[in-house]
């Protein structure tokens, strides 16, 4: 038996994730911060757990680890919940942005990182696991209304890097991964953008590059933007600044 937890799991390319691999008969967990949604997503997938959890609060993440670890069979973790808050550091008010800081870098960065921290044991015992960490092509190529959020996916992919020449010393049998997304078209990136792909185009980019066994998924354009920015970083720059 397998069991899997995807964090932001109650919509958007987390629970595109889901229905994909509930369908392939993987027991699977999200969470999410709102009840309503999450139970939304619970009458849409048959068999799907879900669990309230903020990853922005380490006690509520330390929570939704216990909750997983319960999961028999547990070999996936996604980290996919992220949130993105547009904010002008010279005009905002001195305390919401510092609010705004804590709220924006522990649901993407710290989080993932103590959730993945409290589930590596099991995830270690398992006779092979994957830590998927979805990033995005902003982490390498940031544009200006999120500085923050481009920090923390910044953040990701380097620690994605660094605990996988880890693992492949201490726990070569885990896998991890960086999913690395273009704009999608899900409820953070509302207003914001063209040429998004949707959530399920994410997702079966996702589940793809990791069964063909990739340590790095880029998804639809990502690469083509990453080729930009190594060959002409100050036009990559320009194509994605606003």
């Given at each position: 038996?397998s069991a ?8 958007g390319?987390g629970?595109?994730?889901a229905?994909r691999?509930?369908a ?6 999200v ?7 999450l139970?939304q997503a619970?009458?849409m997938l048959?068999?799907l757990r879900?669990?309230?959890?903020d990853?922005a609060d ?6 939704l680890a216990t909750t ?7 070999d996936l ?6 949130v ?7 005009t ?24 993945t ?5 099991a ?5 092979s696991?994957t830590i ?9 190529v940031p ?6 959020y481009?920090?923390?996916k ?11 020449h880890?693992l492949?010393?201490?726990a070569p049998?885990?896998?991890v991964?960086?999913?690395m997304?273009p ?5 953070m990136?509302?207003g ?5 792909i949707?959530?399920?185009?994410a997702a079966d980019g ?10 790095v998924v ?9 080729a930009?920015h ?8 320009r194509?994605?600044?606003?």
């Open positions: 038996m899997a937890l995807i964090t932001g799991g109650s919509t390319v629970l595109a994730l229905e691999l509930v392939d008969g993987t027991t699977v967990l969470c999410g911060r709102d009840a309503d949604r139970a619970e009458r048959p068999g879900t669990t309230v959890a990853l380490p006690a509520a993440v330390d929570r997983a670890l319960a999961l028999p069979g547990l973790l996604v980290n996919n919940a992220a993105q808050l547009d904010r002008s550091w010279a905002a008010d001195r305390d919401a942005l510092a609010a705004d800081i804590a709220a924006e870098l522990g649901a993407d960065l710290a989080g993932p990182l103590r959730l921290a409290r589930l590596l044991p995830l270690a015992a398992a006779s696991a998927v960490n979805v990033t995005s092509a902003l982490g390498v544009k200006r209304s999120a500085p923050v481009c920090a923390a910044a953040g990701l992919i380097a620690f994605s890097a660094g605990l996988r880890q492949a010393v201490d049998h885990v896998r991964v960086d999913a997304l704009l999608v078209d899900t409820a990136t509302e914001r953008g063209s040429r998004k949707s959530a399920g185009a996702i589940l793809g590059g990791v069964r063909r066994g990739r340590a880029r998804v639809g354009g990502v690469g083509a933007l990453l930009v190594r060959l002409a970083p100050g036009l990559a720059a194509l994605v600044a606003d």
